[in-house]
């Protein structure tokens, strides 16, 4: 670090600082004074990546392939298990879907987990579920809980001072179903928007958040900035100069405005990324969201989600048409997926960046929830048989057994835990972890420990679900 | 299952079983205050907490505690606590011999505790609050001199005890910005400055504030952001596309226009008169299953409780409160004065075998007639809140008013009513004023603006305000919201939306204009009141009319009621409903019209629903009257009357809104303008007047939904209700203002009317401050901006368009620069 990043980061650090103390003015987030107490476990991941499968991922589609059952017509459909056979992988004793070869062959740096479990929560409602995984609270609360990003933004702050410590990647919150609950989870609730998401649901459009405004040139750019400042040296309300809130206004108008010409801005123009190794990523927009979360972590982001994007009905929200679309999924996954992976330990990253692959449930053929729950069924084609390819494919929710990969970070390589049941119901028949064992681990790894909690309104509320999480630690090497 | 949202105790237990067959469930770390500090509590704090503590032995705090070395942390072997606890020994054991002993489950969980090192919820104490909120309303003495305004008696002896020196008073530029903002969300215009300025009365602050107030309009669009976010009512949101949350939006514009009393304003939201106001008390009603502590009767319970008395019930929704004195059933009893069904009382989510009997917080006021169906318990609820000796109901709006214009509560934080105030007289003092004045919430306002320390400089905070004790010692400069953000760009850049979001009719006409407006509609039915019979009930009509539109809409209304009621469509989009007819609906119309350019276009179609109620037959009409004003001069009436048609809705409503209706289409029986319905005149005239009146105002932030700029500044999403807006810009912000789309094509706007204007250089300059400022620049800064815009009118040639744009975009960046300073973007 040279004299003007150590500066620099001094500077950001002590806004950072600022932020969090100005947060308090308002009578809410106090750290609890356990915290001062708290031990927090030593770190094995600086960054964090989430690579949401939003809408629901079919483990047995996907990472724990069950009996293939090829399509048929007049197959019935409780016979229907997965839609793709199995195919080896790098390592000897786990096996995942066809169309994922090019995870396959990495899996060798992988810790996956079969057995990841979900409350029902009664109607098994994406958002609801969404909001469950990404804050640790099943909603609605009486508060505004923050996301698992917005934690690690509060908690750790930015890696690299210039580059915000919350980047949310692929996912429109205007113009789709269910924004309104999208947005609900997708904030930093009670922390206050400083620790919330920047978001950059395009990723090819993300340059642009980080630009001038549209058709300013860079010499206007400083020149406006610089007319700024003076305005503010001439100001004759002088006996504000000190005040708190004026210094603070300054402070996150001089980090935006070094964010905004910084070097680190690059990280966030994939169209800089070289063509051969563009071209490996871009299979799709969410491909593209791969690359962008790759150059960010390289340019020291704390905590980057990367989404195929939850649409009501589209893309892993298969209620119908599930083979097909499932088989898009993976092609449009399994290149940027494995090029993350690789990359970031071609650049030495990976031992220390969590890479986590999750969905808020996995799907079944006949069972909605779990076995016993009254929800109604949301395939849309009510069929006993397969009649048409449309009715091929798993298109319940189902919350008794869903996969999560997680590479690097310091989680064990080529590590398999937990076990779904072999013949339906696919319940999860070994080391459940609940989503709040789930949190407990992500926490581990990047150094947090479950019990980091914060007082608002009288409540202590943690990171993990009142503070009861237990981190995996199996999974660690 | 119900799965717990708030008590993981209660839900681990429940998960455990779903999980039993695979899991053992792992050792959780203790939870201080849900495992141990209810045991405690059961057989220790009676004799060992509050003010009691025998045997010297107290454990209030965690440091008392161990004081007394009863306990060793981490070590249960070595803790003489748990030794008591355990002893047989009739002498020795705790507690004494004939009290009921800790069961050995209960010690087994104390044991752990010790073992994991005797955690404690920091701030917790077993000691009662020493400082109890006063219910009743307590008179104040006011210490004088008498001719001053009470704020200022009060805190004159306020700032002599704290050896203070009161803040002296600021200029009056300064002064007429902040009022304007506080008081009505808007900067001043330059007009409104120059003859602020030039008054020489004496008391031109007090007619400032009177002005202010009396800007019904501007004062309601502007407090319906504090309110909405008070209420939690927004135009969009979590719930309304389900239909599982109504929006009070309409009830409370009107009833801020009016100024309504609060104690009328309460009532009408506890024991809602009609659906206008019910959408407070019924709720979110979420999807799928939500924990005991949010069903929609606890969800009433928290926010009467939240939003009138400043009670925080949401630990006491499902447990005992570990922070105040609510208790479970507290919860529970108010949810179920609300409660259409028996209410099972949940704790952390499990029932626990008890009903909940419908009761209120403070008995000691009245009590709540178990035996009432629920719509009579409401009102009964209502009456008992805004009861004068509820001294809580006026001191909770009281302190948030004063903290909307001091930027500090006189008890802080807001929702800490049980907390001690920082001066005890100022609240009681306001409170009773309140009340005094019939609970007039502009006399509040009024009484606060128009005081000395309102109007006296504000406090420079050198620290982070939440670091220091606070001492007050003037008022506190706060941040614009969104909102007022929002406005005050508009305003000076002229870009506000041309349409508006909340479902209102905006404005308020004066009696003069609305007595002027000639109605020209007539009451109209189908065949079936030909020759003066009545219509059979439950018929149901379709009516249908044309309307062309061959310019831009300048303003545009229309006031429709139908006897008995109707849905309104426009262009095959559903626009209002109503089901009184003596209250007719007003409907600014151009956000749902269609302009035709040329006849080839389609007319906009206009259909209703009309529906007649009753048991026999009865009188049925329908009366709809549009006005529109174009940009072009040109005025057009659709009026109902003998040539409209109508059809019967057998066709469905799905063809009406697919634009499908086919009819056959019968003409109408016009009954004229029977006496009958002649109540409703004033109504319908006062509904254009106020339409067209509201179509010249500026649309403003706080009536359009919430959008990414918006929401970037602070302005919540209202799925729980928020008190305080945030106080720091924040780095994410920054970036947002400092190269959004939004403000980016704002500033374009604003920038193209100031370079097509032939104001000069400097005049624009001076413009910009004094917008923006409400002062002129001072001679540097005049210099700063004629070089920012000099420097861009050496880049291109004179004259030409290079010219123009490189002066706009000069001016665009001076007015980011302006916008962007703190001076800006605080209310000083």
Sequence with gaps: MDLQEAIARRRFLKSMAGAGAATLAMGSPKKLLANETLVQPEATADSCILIWMGGGMAAPDTFDPKTYVPYEVGLPVEKMVSTFPAIDTAVDNIKICEGLENIASVMDRATLIRSAVQPDLGSILHSRHQYHWHTGYVPPQTVACPHLGAWMAKVLGPKNPVIPPFINIGQRLEGVGEKEELKAFTTAGFFGSEFGPMNLPFPQQAAQSVLPPQGMSPGRFSSRDRLFRKLVAESPQREFASDFHQESILRSMDNAYRLLSSKERSAFDITEEPKESYEKYDTSRFGRGCLLARRLVESGARFVEVTTEYVPFLHWDTHADGHRTVARMHSEMDRPIAQLILDLESRGLLDRTLVIIASEFSRDAIVEGRPGSSANDQATHKVDKLGDMKHYGLHRHFTGGTSVVMFGGGTKRGFLYGKTADERPLLAVENPVTVTDMHATIMQAMGVSPKTGFDIEGRPFYVTEDGKGQPVMDVFS | ?828
């Design chain 2, 1 to 828: 299952m119900r799965v717990s949202t708030i008590c993981l105790r209660c839900r681990l237990a429940a998960l455990s079983t779903v999980l039993s067959l695979v899991l053992v469930t792992p050792a959780l770390a203790i939870d201080f205050a849900h495992e141990v500090v209810p045991i405690l509590r059961a057989h220790c704090v009676k004799c060992h907490g509050g003010d009691e503590a025998k045997g010297g032995f107290s454990l209030n705090t965690r440091k008392l505690f161990l004081e007394g070395g009863a306990a060793e942390p981490g070590n249960a072997k070595e803790s003489h606590f748990l030794e008591l606890i355990a002893s047989p020994d009739n002498d020795m054991q705790m507690p004494p011999k004939d009290l009921p002993r800790v069961p050995a489950d209960q010690r087994r969980i104390l044991a752990r505790w010790v073992n994991e090192g005797l955690p404690w919820t920091s701030g917790f104490t077993f000691r009662e609050n020493s400082y109890v909120p006063p219910l009743l309303p307590r008179q104040v003495n006011l210490p004088g001199p008498v001719g001053l305004n009470p704020i200022d008696q009060i805190l004159r002896k306020h700032f002599k005890e704290a050896g203070l020196v009161p803040p002296k008073p600021v200029d009056d530029s300064t002064f007429l910005r902040r009022v304007s903002l506080d008081l009505v969300g808007l900067l001043p215009t330059q007009e409104q400055r120059r003859r602020f300025l030039a008054s020489e009365n004496a008391n031109k602050r007090q007619v400032l504030v009177d002005d202010l107030l009396g800007r019904d309009v501007d004062y309601a669009e502007h407090w319906l952001t504090f309110w909405n976010d008070l209420l939690r009512n927004d135009y969009t949101g979590t719930g309304f596309i389900t239909g599982g949350r109504k929006q009070i939006s309409k009830w409370l514009y009107r009833s801020l226009v009016e100024n309504k009393s609060y104690d009328q304003f309460a009532r009408q939201l506890i024991s809602p008169p009609d659906n206008d106001s019910r959408g407070f008390i019924d709720g979110i009603k979420w999807r799928g299953t939500v924990s005991a502590g949010q069903t929609v009767e606890i969800q009433f319970a928290q926010s009467v409780a939240q939003s009138f008395l400043g009670i925080n019930l949401k630990c006491a929704s499902c447990h005992d409160s570990f922070i105040d004195r609510w208790k479970l059933t507290d919860a529970y009893s108010l949810a179920a004065v609300y409660s259409n069904r028996p209410l099972d009382i949940h704790r952390c989510d499990k029932p626990t075998g008890e009903v909940a009997t419908p009761a209120w917080l403070f008995p000691e006021l009245g009590e709540i007639d178990t035996g009432l169906p629920p719509n009579e318990r409401l009102k009964q609820l209502a009456d008992l809140m805004t009861d004068q000796r509820n001294g809580r109901f006026a001191r909770t709006i009281v302190n948030r008013l004063w903290a909307q214009l001091m930027g500090q509560g006189i008890v802080h934080p807001l929702d800490a009513m049980h907390t001690e105030p920082w001066n005890e007289d100022l609240l009681d003092f306001l409170a009773n004023y309140l009340v005094e004045s019939g609970y007039n919430l502009k006399a509040v306002l009024r009484l606060i603006a128009t005081s000395a320390v309102y109007g006296g400089v504000s406090e420079v905070l050198g620290n982070d305000p939440a670091s220091t004790e606070h001492v007050f010692v003037g008022r506190r400069a706060h941040r614009m919201t969104a909102e007022q953000f929002m406005d005050a760009v508009w305003q000076l850049t002229g870009a506000a939306p041309a349409t508006i979001d909340a479902p209102v009719a905006r404005g308020k006409a004066d009696p003069q204009s609305a007595a002027q407006v000639n109605l020209q509609a007539e009451w109209v039915w189908g065949q079936s009141q030909s020759g003066g019979k009545p219509a059979p009930a439950g018929e149901t009509l379709v009516f249908r009319a044309e309307l062309r539109v061959p310019a831009e809409i300048k303003t545009g209304v229309a006031v429709l009621t139908v006897d008995n009621a109707f849905d309104l469509y426009i262009n095959q989009r559903k626009v209002v409903s109503g089901d009184e007819w003596s209250k007719p609906q007003t409907v600014a119309l151009s956000k749902w019209l269609k302009v035709q350019k040329d006849d080839t276009e389609p007319a906009n179609q206009i259909e209703i629903i009309a529906r007649n109620a009753g048991s026999g037959p009865n009188l049925a009409g329908l009366f709809f009257e549009a006005h529109l004003t174009l940009e072009n001069g040109a005025k057009i009436t659709l009026a109902s009357g003998p040539n409209w048609s109508y059809t019967d809705e057998e066709q469905g409503r799905k063809r009406l809104r697919s634009g499908k209706l086919v009819g056959p289409w019968k003409k109408v029986v016009s009954a004229g303008r029977p006496a009958v319905y002649a109540g409703v005149d004033a109504a319908l005239q006062n509904g254009l007047a106020r339409g067209k009146a509201g179509d010249l105002m500026m649309v403003r932030a706080g009536l359009v939904k919430s959008d990414f700029l918006m929401r970037s500044l602070g302005r919540p999403n209202r799925d729980q209700i928020v008190t305080s807006r945030p106080a720091d810009l924040t780095t994410l912000e920054a970036i947002d203002l400092s190269n959004g789309e939004t403000l980016a094509r704002t500033l374009q706007l604003g920038a193209l009317r100031y370079a097509e204007s032939d104001l000069s250089d400097r005049q624009v300059v001076q413009e910009i401050f004094i917008g923006a400022l409400t002062r002129p620049p001072t001679n540097a800064e005049l210099s700063v901006g004629l070089d920012a815009l000099r420097m861009a009118s050496v880049e291109g040639e004179p004259g030409d368009a290079a010219d123009l744009s490189s002066r706009e975009t000069a001016v665009q960046d001076l007015l980011w620069a302006v916008f962007m300073m703190p001076e800006f973007l605080m209310v000083r």
